[in-house]
Nanobody, 112 residues
């Protein structure tokens, strides 16, 4: 299994931006995704990217979030702009569908 380490979360005001990073312990040819889990809710996939760069987004983040990857560095990123309070969650990366153990995630809190 690939080990995944997420970073880059924090506290940001509504309308702000954050860039999340995910470091994988080995290369992956799979689709990779960013997931999030808000308190009391199920974990949901918000963005996915193929090895060649094809992307897809959950409707609520379209136009605000951008997923990217650097295959040479085994990194996946999530640029989040126009953050809203309902984006508050712990964010995780994993393959899509998830095949690896979940990392610790990174907390994103959007609040004034």
């Amino acid at each position: 299994q690939v080990q995944l380490v997420e970073s880059g979360g924090g506290l940001v005001q509504p309308g702000g931006s954050l860039r999340l990073s995910c470091a994988a312990s080995a290369s992956t040819i799979n689709y990779m995704g960013w997931y999030r889990q808000a308190p009391g809710k199920d974990r949901e996939l918000v963005a996915r990217i193929s090895h060649s760069g094809f992307t897809a987004y959950e409707e609520s983040v379209k136009g605000r979030f951008t997923i990217s990857r650097d295959n040479a560095k085994n990194m996946v990123y999530l640029q989040m702009n126009g953050l809203r309070p309902d984006d508050t969650a712990v964010y995780y990366c994993n393959s899509d569908p998830p095949r690896n153990s979940w990392g610790q995630g990174t907390q994103v809190t959007v609040s004034s």
